[in-house]
């Protein structure tokens, strides 16, 4: 079974950017459906934004699109999240999870997802 690694977090200034990454060793992530998911202090799990496991389709959760973007290199086995134009309200531990069950499609609906990082912490603040 895949075990997602999350890294790329950090503290940074409102309007900046950080790139997080998601790999696996062990196991390819090509086959894998994955989503990059973020919870705030005090507030229940959302979905960011997800990648089909052949990278036809992506997904963004409205208050991130034209900011976020998603995409995988299958050569370093590593799906990333660049994030753009940060806001506070971006703030939270973002994970990211695998599923090999979608097939040319993603779901940004956490019960969908098999295998879960630690998830990584992104502070957006001045």
């Known amino acids: 079974q895949v075990q997602p690694v999350e890294s790329g977090g950090g503290l940074v200034q409102p309007g900046g950017s950080l790139r997080l990454s998601c790999a696996a060793s062990?196991?390819?992530?090509?086959?894998?459906?994955i989503g990059w998911f973020r919870q705030a202090p005090g507030k229940e799990r959302e979905g960011v934004a997800c990648i089909s496991n052949d990278d036809s389709s992506t997904y963004y959760e409205d208050s991130v699109k034209g900011r976020f973007t998603i995409s995988r290199d299958n050569a370093k086995n590593t799906v990333y999240l660049q994030m753009n134009s940060l806001k506070p309200e971006d703030t939270g531990v973002y994970s990211c999870a695998a599923d090999a069950g979608m097939f040319r499609v993603c779901l940004l609906w956490p019960d969908m997802y098999d295998s879960w990082g630690q998830g990584t912490h992104v502070t957006v603040s001045s």
């Open positions: 062990g196991t390819t992530l090509d086959y894998y459906a």
